[in-house]
């Protein structure tokens, strides 16, 4: 039965996707806050499908502590899932850094590109963490949301990668607050498998950090430190091995 309900699900991600990002160009005229209203709408459309086909139930945690100001969210990344639900369920406007070849793939790229999100130039060395900033910079000054995984790749539940200290260094050079996020959707969504787990996501939002002051690896530390210690509350079965 899971197997019949994940290839359901494919069926219907790719299904929408295509017809989606067809209006996604036909709607580039528009302001950009019409532009992003209506290309969540297939995110936040995926989630509930999500839902629905696969029994992958969300709550969330810890929600009065989201900011009403510009912020850069640091992730924990374990799934897909998570990509999609930030940007169709937060309350503001949300902008992933991604390479700039993404734009490119045809029906995906398709409407990423009309977001106005923080795209590099990877080949561009480390000059790339410069376009970071100078992007970052306008969109937080435009009252949006930054979201960053800063361990960079999806790591399987119960599982700690790297942090890297891209988000941190962006937060000290922009002066933003930082919203330190951890969930377990990779129990429900896992990371390179077809077969997706009915189950309760939760997304827990920790206590804003002021980054005022802090070095970028203070602030990679305590991001680190509550992310790790929220995910052991998520599920202490997973670090009692």
């Given at each position: 039965m899971r197997w019949l309900r994940s290839l359901l699900f494919s069926i219907f991600f790719i299904g929408t996707m295509i017809p989606y990002a067809i209006a996604c160009v036909l709607w580039l005229p528009l302001p950009l806050r019409w532009r992003y209203r209506f290309t969540v709408g297939w995110p936040r459309l995926m989630v509930w499908g999500a839902r629905w086909i696969t029994g992958i139930r969300w709550q969330v945690k810890g929600a009065e502590n989201l900011p009403d100001q510009p912020a850069i969210i640091l992730s924990k990344h374990q799934s897909t899932w998570e990509t999609l639900y930030f940007a169709g369920y937060m309350r503001r406007e949300v902008c992933y850094v991604y390479k700039r070849?993404?734009?490119?793939?045809?029906?995906?790229?398709?409407?990423?590109?009309?977001?106005?999100?923080?795209?590099?130039?990877?080949?561009?060395g480390s000059d790339a963490f410069e376009q970071i900033v100078a992007q970052g910079r306008d969109r937080l000054s435009k009252g949006r949301w930054l979201v960053l995984f800063p361990e960079g790749t999806r790591t399987a539940p119960g599982r700690r990668g790297k942090y890297k200290s891209g988000g941190a260094r962006l937060a000290a050079r922009t002066g933003a607050v930082v919203v330190p996020v951890a969930h377990n959707a990779g129990e429900c969504w896992p990371r390179k498998t077809f077969i997706k787990r009915p189950g309760l996501v939760t997304v827990s939002i920790g206590p804003v950090i002021d980054t005022q002051g802090l070095t970028a690896d203070e602030i990679n530390r305590r991001v680190e430190e509550w992310i790790e210690g929220e995910m052991r509350v998520l599920n202490p079965e997973r670090y009692e091995r």
């Open positions: 070849e993404l734009n490119w793939v045809p029906f995906f790229g398709w409407g990423l590109a009309g977001l106005r999100m923080i795209a590099i130039d990877r080949k561009r």
